[in-house]
């Protein structure tokens, strides 16, 4: 905790210490760090009676053991206020029509973080391959089981308060499981992932999965590099055609 003192005569004048202002010291923002925490967002969904039943929610990314739903392993409430009263982060309804949801999240008030906000595509239905129907039968549908559509994203923390690093520190996030156990959340970005969700068991985000993207994203850029260095070969050789034919014409 530091002090800071002054005062002013009623000219306007400083006239020495007479009263004392304190800046707690927790209050005091940390320069130069930023801290993140892993979340994922989504919703599962099952057939419920004539319509769906589906959970829409925020949760830690780490499953726990022996749980059948996705991710959920830690208790964010240390650093997430909720409007819905307590943890779990979520929501459960039902209804038959998919639409897009704005997730908001607010903090407790000790962090001085603004809330943040991101959308969710409600998914009810089975996800659908190449040739596959979008809203499959009945039959099909409940023979799939549990639709999921979950998205792993991070909220980082610029310089935060003292008080919130703590809070922070002493909360650190379950690791992600080494390999994978289980099937593979599905993607668009990557469709192969497909194949997973035709999968009975509930999926589950693992380190082997970052590995994964990690070299996913390493080939993508090899390819990138790959085409640039074709389409430059053929840039080059596009110029050389045309100086033989300027020559031929007699172009300067």
Same mark, same amino acid.
């Given at each position: 905790?530091?002090?800071?003192?002054?005062? !002013?005569?009623?000219?306007?004048?400083?006239?020495?210490?007479?009263? &004392?202002?304190?800046?707690?010291?927790?209050?005091?923002?940390?320069?130069?760090?930023?801290?993140?925490?892993?979340?994922?967002?989504?919703?599962?969904?099952?057939?419920?009676?004539? &319509?769906?039943?589906?959970?829409?929610?925020?949760?830690?990314?780490?499953?726990?053991?022996?749980?059948?739903?996705?991710?959920?392993?830690?208790?964010? #409430?240390?650093?997430?206020?909720?409007? !819905?009263?307590?943890?779990?982060?979520?929501?459960?309804?039902?209804?038959?029509? +998919?639409?897009?949801?704005?997730?908001?999240?607010?903090?407790?008030?000790?962090?001085?973080?603004?809330?943040?906000?991101?959308?969710?595509?409600?998914?009810?239905?089975?996800?659908?391959?190449?040739?596959?129907?979008?809203?499959?039968?009945?039959?099909?549908?409940?023979?799939?089981?549990?639709?999921?559509?979950?998205?792993?994203?991070?909220? !980082?923390?610029?310089?935060?308060?003292? #008080?919130?690093?703590?809070? *922070? &520190?002493?909360?650190?996030?379950?690791?992600?499981?080494?390999?994978?156990?289980?099937?593979?959340?599905?993607?668009?970005?990557?469709?192969?992932? *497909?194949?997973?969700?035709?999968?009975?068991? &509930?999926?589950?985000?693992? %380190?082997?999965?970052?590995?994964?993207?990690?070299?996913? *994203? +390493? %080939?993508?850029?090899?390819?990138? !590099?790959?085409? %640039?260095?074709?389409?430059?070969?053929?840039?080059?050789?596009?110029?050389?055609?045309?100086?033989?034919?300027?020559?031929?014409?007699?172009?300067?």
């Amino acid at each position: 905790m530091s002090e800071f003192s002054f005062a !002013v005569d009623r000219k306007g004048k400083s006239r020495g210490p007479t009263c &004392t202002l304190f800046v707690m010291a927790d209050r005091v923002r940390v320069r130069g760090l930023s801290i993140f925490r892993p979340i994922i967002y989504g919703n599962t969904a099952v057939r419920h009676e004539h &319509t769906h039943r589906w959970t829409v929610a925020v949760r830690s990314v780490a499953s726990a053991a022996g749980s059948d739903m996705v991710g959920g392993a830690d208790d964010l #409430s240390y650093f997430i206020k909720r409007f !819905v009263d307590k943890p779990p982060f979520e929501v459960t309804e039902t209804g038959w029509g +998919e639409f897009d949801i704005l997730i908001r999240i607010t903090y407790i008030a000790d962090s001085g973080e603004k809330a943040a906000s991101v959308y969710h595509h409600l998914k009810l239905h089975p996800w659908a391959g190449p040739g596959e129907p979008e809203i499959p039968t009945m039959d099909v549908a409940i023979k799939a089981g549990p639709v999921h559509s979950w998205q792993y994203d991070e909220i !980082v923390f610029n310089e935060p308060f003292n #008080s919130f690093l703590n809070t *922070l &520190t002493a909360h650190p996030p379950t690791p992600l499981q080494k390999t994978k156990r289980k099937p593979v959340p599905f993607h668009i970005a990557y469709p192969q992932s *497909l194949e997973d969700t035709k999968l009975v068991e &509930t999926p589950e985000f693992s %380190q082997e999965m970052e590995k994964e993207e990690a070299d996913r *994203l +390493e %080939q993508a850029k090899k390819k990138i !590099v790959a085409e %640039q260095e074709r389409l430059r070969n053929i840039l080059i050789e596009r110029e050389k055609e045309l100086q033989e034919l300027q020559k031929l014409v007699g172009d300067p």
